[in-house]
């Protein structure tokens, strides 16, 4: 079945609220097995949303509209879906009851345009809302000779989520007897286009699974999708392929991690084989401790970071040398070194890892231009370091840094390993 999501509401067009509902929408349907197509975004204008679920139900079995089902004049999705199914709006006892008691909670007084959340195009399958005023509905009928399913669900991801999950998906899982199941290849060291290349011809002949690449920074990401009659079954497919990527991208290049993160990986491996680290951050700014922090259990292993932005910190706290600063400058494969050793010694952990870079707009040079960076990792009495030019924003090029600093810390502990 094929899905398609229509977000309602001036202020998402005016970019007032990020709109996050339809991304939380299309990944519950993937794991369903049923396909979105499209997104729509829509002003709170009569005219263009029954114009938009028009073109929605000439193209998909499946339309979810969030927002529109408040109490004032411009909450009018019900009404128009009900134009479709040419049915009337028709009062729901239960609804009434619900916003009573929704008012009541807070000692406040029912006003008299909250009747119209009362009200349902007629036949409709009622949600109850249990973090609002405003019930949802599903209707399931048919348009123009044809079988459709319309969703209308409240705007605010507080409400609406819930009953994605507990109302909406249980309710569609009849229609669908598949399931979806991915998993994501991080690739390292290997850029975009290149990476793709090296697996154009499985590109061209996915069927079943398929695989998708997507960059972040310091990174790309393939996620290998599976369709079948169960998620065992989907990892028995996705399985082979997942091999030959590996395969062809390299062990110390490609993993999987459940989410895409480089920091999942880094931080299994240091609570794995219980090797306790510290961060030494210029650059970056405390982004490479923030991130492995964000792993659970973390805390375990992970001692202390420094964030050394001027080059007095650098020295008062993880004693780099005056003299490697003013002979080779803080952008240095030499400071680099110092930072990671420094980090080690004075949180007493095994390992240091250090960033030091030009991140921009300005202080680049000729000889170290904006996008310049090294990140660093002692380990066991030895140093590996990795000198970069990246090209991007500011926040481009640390987030970059914070990748390959975390990636570095994984192939160090590897390479010991082997």
């Known amino acids: ?245 590996i395969r062809r991208f390299g062990k110390e290049n490609a993993y999987v991690t459940e989410n895409g993160m480089a920091e999942d990986k880094t931080a299994q491996l240091l609570l794995k084989e219980n090797i306790t680290v510290a961060t030494a951050e210029s650059l970056t700014g405390g982004l490479v401790a923030s991130r492995l922090v964000s792993y659970p259990g973390i805390s375990r292993v992970f001692k202390e970071g420094f964030v050394t932005y001027s080059n007095e910190a650098k020295i008062n706290t993880l004693h780099v040398n005056r003299d490697t600063l003013s002979k080779y400058g803080a952008v240095s494969e030499e400071t680099a070194k110092e930072m990671a050793y420094g980090a080690a010694q004075a949180s007493g952990s095994d390992l240091g890892v250090s960033t030091t870079g030009i991140a921009g707009p300005d202080g680049g040079t000729e000889d170290k231009p904006v996008g310049l960076f090294y990140v660093c990792v002692y380990y066991k009495g030895g140093f590996s370091v990795k000198e970069v030019t990246s090209s991007g924003s500011r926040e481009m090029i640390r987030d970059r840094a914070a990748t390959m600093a975390l990636d570095l810390v994984r192939r160090c502990i590897e390479d010991k390993q082997n």
């Open 1 to 245: 079945m094929i899905a398609e999501i229509l977000c309602v509401g001036t202020e998402l067009l005016h970019g007032d609220i990020v709109n996050t509902n339809a991304r939380y929408i299309s990944k519950k349907l993937a794991e369903i097995a049923v396909d979105v197509h499209y997104q729509t975004v829509v002003g709170d204008n009569q005219v263009r949303i029954r114009q938009c679920l028009g073109v929605a139900f000439s193209r998909a079995d499946i339309i979810i509209c969030t927002g529109g089902l408040g109490p004032t004049q411009d909450d009018i999705t019900k009404d128009v879906l009900a134009e479709f199914f040419n049915v009337e709006m028709v009062y729901d006892e239960e609804s009434y009851q619900h916003i009573k008691k929704v008012y009541s909670r807070f000692r406040k007084d029912f006003p008299k345009n909250n009747l119209r959340q009362a009200y349902f195009p007629k036949g409709a399958v009622v949600l109850d809302n249990p973090n609002g005023t405003a019930n949802a509905c599903i209707m399931n009928g048919e348009i123009d000779g044809k079988s459709k399913i319309g969703i209308l669900l409240p705007g605010p991801p507080k409400e609406m989520e819930p009953l994605v999950d507990n109302s909406v998906i249980p309710y569609l899982k009849q229609f669908s007897h598949e399931v979806v199941y991915g998993e994501k290849l991080v690739v390292v060291n290997i850029g975009e286009s290149a990476a793709e290349e090296m697996i154009l011809d499985l590109i061209e002949k996915q069927t079943n699974p398929t695989i998708a690449p997507y960059a972040s920074a310091g990174k790309v990401i393939f996620r290998i999708t599976a369709k079948a009659e169960s998620r065992e079954k989907c990892i028995e497919l996705i399985e082979p392929v997942k091999e030959e990527l």
